[in-house]
């Protein structure tokens, strides 16, 4: 095969020859290569040699496909007759593959080989290219369960290959995919389910194709309605992934895996339900996703290569903590993609209301089913109808028959409950479903843990809908208080800090604190009842906006003059009608004299609203803060400055707090903060919150707390105490030291002293006994 016409036939042949030097020897190789390019060959040689060694060279080509595939991607038209011969000859082996479907190993690899490369190679012959897409797609329609698992995937892999290249319809090659999903091939399975997760990958980011995306995403959907239940949870496998990672984050998705929970089959509703409580939060926004990964780039980079140089100590340490960190930040992913409710799906349901009360009629009318799926199925009605506010007056009474401390998950059944209350839910319901964990929870016959728990969701139930208390109720709860365990009465504690916030009054009234500013505005909140807010509270600690007061300065002063000249031209004319002469006097007096009253008039007025200015006091703050709202554009400092007045308020007094009352007004706050977002739904460790540790910490737990007191924390004490040889004596640092610093000294110990040394010294030493010098 000659390459370029250009070239010479000596080049030509050395040029082939260097392409298949692999096969020739080195020594022939040479020799041929000076005689072609020094023209200087013997008789025959320049004829012979060079066409015996391309057909070499074609033999090369039919063996090693990759070199035959790099050299057509280099010129396509040149190698278009050996790419014919391959797919000829992939012809007769599939004709031969449908009489005799079992291949040995040696006839299986090669098989591979060819198909992978025909799929590379046809995307530069388009006509051969769609031949060979139709003919695999024959063979995997015509013969799904009698090949050989191996040849089935390697023929995915090359429609795979022809899609990414546009040869063959995506849709085709989907609808394909899902006829082959129910073949019992786990590896195909999963080959699959990763082809169309790319797919959906390239339509979003690389192609930008909307409208190929959108009928993806409609064929998916059918799909999920396919009586065929592993081709519904592939579909809705794919849609899950699609909706966690972006490419298909829209309430057609979300309503579509809805459907998904009412499904008969209990593994589909499990994935389902997951999706809608387990997935990662959708508000963190992508600037924290590059900093954590490029973060994780950074640890990576200092493992690899800690593991190419030399070791020693400062990098071993370097490489341990980096390792630590690396596995910090996997448990720390795989913990929150449990932890968090994926609230932007639940908010994309149409209709809720009718969601809710359907997946609740599964709930109550499947009595066989696994209780974690009856659990799962708690969660999600639960967080539907706080998240949206839905009236299901019935989940409530349902409830109260899991209300019991011995009953399994009972910490989370208690939170599902606490999530379902929300402050559209009327009193007498809410009043019920608290009289039943106050009476199985808090009471002197159970455990001290069942009373906290029991006292933490009541808090909970309280703080979403505080109208529902009594007194009665509420101060049989704040008594215990006064509790021996310490967890006890903190849990009642804090729903007496609650209480103070919220409504005081129920509370005995040693218990209602000292009474603060904002106390004595508070509006006690009742059922269906929201006040709207005309101003920011605490607005009334900013000054009044000067632009304002001069307005008004400017229009009294108006007034006044306008008041003024009325008045003096009507006694202007009254003196013009009495004598011209001495009208003139009088008028010059008058005129002097008006000026002098105008300026004695003015000056007063000025002056009092010059003191007015300097001594604005408004008798009511609700006006001065709504004056302030409306006069002015509030900056973040002056946000700061109403925050620092409202904690001025709320404390009320300058003198000592326990630091447990502190910590309780904390958490206050922050549910408080919590419930005011959106997604402000109770946690797990709000009800599982114990002040007290329930056992004693072992030493290394203790350990592992006092160092992570000490992060962040300036050093004391000398940094020698943290070196590497402090504490040893000077034998064991003479057992550290170099080989050659010590050999003189370990000669002269080993050696044997001779009759004369021993006799000198032991002169020495009884002179020394004596006193005597030396």
């Known amino acids: 095969m000659l390459v370029d016409d250009s070239l010479t036939v000596n080049h030509q042949v050395i040029f082939n020859l260097l392409l298949i030097s692999c096969e020739v020897p080195l020594g022939l190789l040479f020799s041929i290569c000076v005689s072609c390019a020094t023209g200087r ?113 390697a023929f995915c892999k090359a429609l795979v290959i022809l899609r990414n290249r546009r040869i063959v319809d995506p849709l085709a090659v989907m609808d394909l995919f899902f006829t082959l999903v129910p073949c019992e091939d786990k590896n195909l399975r999963k080959f699959i389910c990763g082809s169309i997760k790319a797919l959906i990958k390239k339509l979003t980011l690389q192609y930008r194709d909307q409208k190929m995306l959108s009928k993806v995403r409609t064929f998916l959907f059918t799909k999920l309605k396919d009586s065929r239940s592993i081709v519904v949870r592939t579909a809705e496998l794919v849609l899950i992934d699609g909706f966690r990672k972006g490419f298909l984050k829209d309430a057609k998705t979300a309503n579509a895996l809805a459907e998904c929970c009412l499904h008969k089959i209990s593994r589909i509703q499990i994935a389902a339900i997951r999706f809608f409580l387990g ?246 909140a009742e059922f269906g009842v929201e006040y709207a807010k005309e101003f920011v509270e605490g607005a009334e600690c900013l000054p009044v906006e000067a632009d304002a007061i001069d307005r008004e300065l400017v229009q009294n002063d108006e007034s006044d003059d306008t008041d003024f000249d009325s008045d003096f031209d009507t006694e202007f004319v009254e003196h013009d009608s009495l004598d011209s002469d001495v009208n003139m006097d009088s008028c010059g007096n008058h005129v002097v004299v008006t000026d002098i009253c105008v300026n004695n008039a003015r000056s007063p007025n000025k002056e009092s609203l010059e003191t007015n200015d300097q001594k604005i006091t408004f008798s009511d703050t609700k006006k001065k803060a709504r004056r302030v709202c409306e006069t002015r554009i509030l900056t973040q400092n002056d946000f700061r400055k109403i925050n620092a007045f409202r904690l001025k308020q709320q404390v009320g007094y300058d003198g000592k707090r326990r630091n447990d009352d502190i910590k309780l007004e904390e958490e206050l706050g922050e549910t408080i903060a919590r419930h005011n977002e959106e997604n402000g739904l109770t946690r797990l460790k709000d009800i599982e919150k114990f002040h007290k540790k329930l056992r004693k910490e072992t030493k290394e737990e203790r350990v592992e707390t006092v160092k992570k007191g000490r992060e962040g ?27 050659q610093m010590v050999r003189h000294k370990l000669r002269g110990k080993n050696r044997q002293r001779s009759f004369k040394d021993r006799q000198e010294s032991l002169r020495k030493y009884l002179l020394r006994q004596a006193g005597r010098k030396i």
């Open 41 to 153: 060959a013997d008789e025959g040689t320049n004829a012979s040699i060079p066409l015996a060694y391309i057909g070499v060279m074609a033999t090369h080509l039919e063996t090693n496909l990759g070199l035959l595939q790099e050299l057509i991607n280099k010129d396509p038209e040149s190698y278009k007759e050996e790419f014919l011969a391959e797919y000829n000859f992939y012809i007769k082996t599939i004709q031969l593959l449908r009489l005799q479907p079992s291949l040995n190993h040696a006839d299986l690899q090669s098989l591979l080989e060819l198909i992978n490369f025909l799929a590379s190679a046809s995307t530069h012959y388009p006509k051969e290219g769609t031949e060979y897409a139709a003919s695999i797609m024959e063979i995997l329609n015509s013969r799904l369960t009698g090949l050989d698992p191996e040849i089935r995937v």
């Open 279 to 524: 997935s990662l939060e959708d508000n963190d926004s992508d600037d924290d996703e590059s900093a954590s990964e490029e973060d994780q780039k950074t640890l990576k980079e200092v493992v690899v290569a800690y593991k190419a140089a030399k070791k020693t100590r400062k990098k071993k340490e370097r490489y341990m903590k980096a390792k630590k960190l690396l596995s910090k930040g996997k448990k720390s992913k795989n913990e929150n993609a449990g932890k968090f409710c994926n609230l932007l799906a639940i908010r994309y349901i149409y209709d809720p209301q009718t969601f809710a009360e359907r997946l609740f009629g599964l709930l109550e009318n499947r009595k066989n089913e696994k209780f974690e799926t009856r659990l799962l199925c708690m969660a999600l009605c639960a967080r539907l109808i706080g998240t949206h506010r839905l009236q299901a007056l019935s989940f409530y009474s349902y409830m109260h028959r899991f209300l019991q401390p011995k009953q399994r998950e009972i910490t989370r059944i208690l939170l599902y409950v606490a999530q379902a209350c929300h402050e559209l839910v009327p009193p007498d319901i809410i009043e019920q479903l608290v009289y039943v964990i106050a009476q199985n929870f808090v009471s002197d016959r159970n455990t001290p843990e069942a009373v906290t728990v029991g006292l933490n969701t009541i808090r909970e139930i309280f703080a979403n809908c505080p109208f529902a208390a009594t007194e009665d109720l509420l101060r049989d709860l704040t008594d215990y208080k006064r509790f021996k365990n310490k967890n006890v009465s903190m849990a009642a504690r804090g729903i007496i800090t609650l209480f103070r916030a919220v409504n005081p009054k129920l509370l005995h009234r040693k218990d209602r604190g000292r009474p603060t500013q904002k106390l004595k505005d508070l509006k006690v």
């Open 713 to 739: 924390r300036q050093q004391f004490g000398k940094p020698k105490k943290a070196g590497a040889h402090v504490g040893r004596t000077n034998r064991e640092l003479m057992k550290r030291k170099n080989f």
